[in-house]
């Protein structure tokens, strides 16, 4: 079999040649005869398996001669089809071992002009472990390619800087809840249908998952502490997430103290639920980018905080 | 590793089961601020927390797959709240410390395998 490469320089697959092993690439099942077959036999697989040629092997799987398409049709030609191949096998056989990479095969292909080669267990070795075949070869570099083709884009879905006339294009959307004290059952509502939105929009899912978390622990805080309050989102011309809960009381009087991870001051059935680790608060400090807080006994709690969406926040 | 390898090697009850996917990291908690705060996204989740909250700490945190355990009784509302959300619920009779360590060391089996 006669294969031209192409002498374009495809630099990737190039590079690939060189590094992937032929042990990667080659058929580990394969089929093989012993030296008491006839031309015969060989032909019927041949045919059944549609393939060129097959190593013949002795019981040890050493290598010792190859029977090809060609020899088979010499058989039929000087008519010693039902004889042994024994005496007409091809007996210096061309191999190459797994450790080598995939472009030493491809040079034997070229040089010998065949399209298929036993693999050695390693250099100067007569066992064989599998057979590479220009196919196996194809398979394995488109495979590879795909494989960091996949990785790339990947890698740009998660280094996109969200532009800001993206974010000026895109319908600026407010988003407004209420949440009543003790409402545990539309709690996460706000945090799901905020994550939907910005997860449409190809914001990156780190970043999404922080507003996502610091909408639910403002939601549960509204739920936990106060009397009812409201939730808004916002995106301002900046490229930033303003997430805004306003509660109408009673107020947290010692925020500091309340800032503290550990500290709480929820009542037993809500930590039996798994709230009130006195981490709420802490996690939306630490998840945005800018957070402030105030509050008063008289005008209950107002907490801001800020999430940048563009730019990945490598501390979180 | 798959997770439906997790749910035969470890013996897990299944309660809801909408897709195999494959299992790098967990997480073992009952805090929910806990979980979000400090799971790996996508991680499996292991914890006696069975109520409608577990599955929206779920949702934000990508988390496909939750075990609870010490046998904790799971209302209907949260198996039709899992279904809808494509999460998978499992339960078993184990503890958490437990089936954190079973799922913990075939994780580290097949880090090395690789």
Redesign the interface.
Known sequence: MKTSYSKEKVSLVNELIYEIKIKETMTKKFIFFGKNATFREIQLKLKEKKISGVPILDTHKNIIGIISTDDVITAFDKNYINENIENYMTQEVITVPQNFSIISAIQKFEKYEVGRLPVTEFLHSKTIVGIITLSDILNKLLQVTQSIAGKIENEELKNTEISADFIKNTPKKFFRFEGSGDD??C??KV??IT?KYFKGLGID??IV?RI??IC??AE?NICIHSIGGIITIEVDDENNAIVCAHDKGPGIPDIDLALTPGYTTASEKVRA???G?G??LP?IK??ADKFEIRSSLKSGTHLKAIINLGVKNENK | MKISEIIEKCQLKKVVFTADHEVNNGYTGDLMSDVMANAQPESIWITIQAHKNSIAVALIKDIKSIIFTNNVSIHQEIIEKAKEEKINLFRTRKDSFTVSGEIYSMLEAETEKN
């Open positions: 545990f059952n709690a996460g945090a799901s994550k899912r780190d998952r996502a978390i639910y622990e549960m639920l798994g709230f680790a981490m709420g996690n630490n998840f």
